[in-house]
Nanobody
């Protein structure tokens, strides 16, 4: 079992910043990709950003230049620094961790943290 604990969501005004954190624990090994997805009301869950074990990042076009994903491999933690937030960034943000191999492969999700951008 892999447990993911997210923190850092909340209410922020347009143009503001927030930093999300997600710490992984439990039966984790050979973590490959750590990342963030989001789901707005009435929408499907969508990629925000991912970071591989080698540090390669991938971002949704809508957040490029505003969001930065990073990870601390020693702490099994992934971060999402969100700047210049817009109302359309309002969503529940979910942490995702993938790793392992063969029959021990895992794909785990956090419980989600609400981010609301509003004046």
């Amino acid at each position: 079992q892999v447990q993911l604990v997210e923190s850092g969501g909340g209410l922020v005004q347009p143009g503001g910043s927030l930093r999300l954190s997600c710490a992984a624990s439990g039966r984790i090994f050979s973590i490959n990709t750590m990342g963030w997805y989001r789901q707005a009301p009435g929408m499907e869950r969508a990629l925000v950003a991912t970071v591989t074990s080698g540090g390669t990042t991938n971002y949704a076009d809508s957040v490029k230049g505003r969001f930065t994903a990073s990870r601390d491999n020693a702490k099994n933690t992934v971060y999402l620094q969100m700047n210049s937030l817009k109302s359309e960034d309002t969503a529940v943000y979910y942490c995702n961790v993938r790793g392992g191999s063969g029959t021990l492969k895992y794909d785990s999700w956090g419980q989600g943290t609400q981010v609301t951008v509003s004046s």
